[in-house]
Nanobody
């Protein structure tokens, strides 16, 4: 599975961005992760292959929304009320197991897209 993330950029605190991840297949659970400078990669959100179930890290609940359009093999992350601490490289990933994604593991990774939130 090949994954291509896009949509990052520079935004002011309180602003919004929408990330996209196009995959070569939709038959996987997919998730978003991020890695801030000097920090380890952390789980952000996961969505099952059907799109019926989602799960979020506590620090993005109520601000970020994960979704997918299987007809387009595309997953999205709508990020609202962005904070400077959300600054990171955001990665998309896919795995046959949504549980694995929750545990910060994945079989397939895309390249990252940089999100910078200014104060």
């Amino acid at each position: 599975v090949q994954l291509q993330a896009s949509g990052g950029g520079l935004v002011q605190a309180g602003g919004s961005l929408r990330l996209s991840c196009v995959g070569s297949s939709s038959n996987y659970a997919m998730g978003w992760f991020r890695q801030a400078p000097g920090k380890e990669r952390e789980f952000v959100a996961v969505i099952t292959w059907s799109g019926y179930s989602t799960y979020y890290a506590d620090f993005v609940k109520g601000r970020f929304t994960i979704s997918r359009d299987n007809a387009k093999n595309t997953m999205y992350l709508q990020m609202n009320s962005l904070k400077p601490e959300d600054t990171a490289v955001y990665y998309c990933a896919a795995d046959s197991s949504s549980s694995a994604l929750k545990e910060n593991r994945a079989d397939y990774w895309g390249q990252g897209t940089l999100v910078t939130v200014s104060s």
